[in-house]
């Protein structure tokens, strides 16, 4: 089983970058995707996540309208567009997933990990 984010980088207040999870080793389509992320000296925090079968999207009140979790299961690969970024977006971000169920903001309920990639806004 492996969970392979990239996409990260440095970027601008106001860009955009586009993160993409690259899944193998498993059915990625039997499991619920998030995207949580981690700044220095502070605890993983939930970003957003998406159902495993219907497609529902959730995300956190402070990336609402700017953040947007996607899914294509023939590539095995989710994603997360980031548009409007902030300086206080800057983190690691993982992407997670967790069998036949909706997106949880509790890292523990999470059965896989990636290893993250550093985004870094600018301001």
């Known amino acids: 089983v492996q969970l392979v984010e990239s996409g990260g980088g440095l970027v601008q207040a106001g860009g955009s970058l586009r993160l993409s999870c690259a899944a193998s080793g498993f059915v990625f389509s039997n499991y619920g995707m998030a995207w949580f992320r981690q700044a220095p000296g502070k605890e993983r925090e939930f970003v957003g996540g998406?159902?495993?079968?219907?497609?529902?999207?959730d995300y956190t009140d402070s990336v609402k309208g700017r953040f947007t979790i996607s899914r294509d299961n023939a590539k095995n690969t989710g994603y997360l567009q980031m548009n409007s970024l902030e300086p206080e977006d800057t983190a690691v971000y993982y992407c997670?997933?967790?069998?036949?169920?909706?997106?949880?903001?509790?890292?523990?309920?999470?059965?896989?990990w990636g290893p993250g990639t550093q985004v870094t806004v600018s301001s």
């Open positions: 997670a997933v967790r069998p036949l169920s909706a997106a949880d903001v509790s890292p523990d309920m999470y059965d896989y």
């Open positions: 998406i159902k495993w079968n219907s497609g529902r999207t």
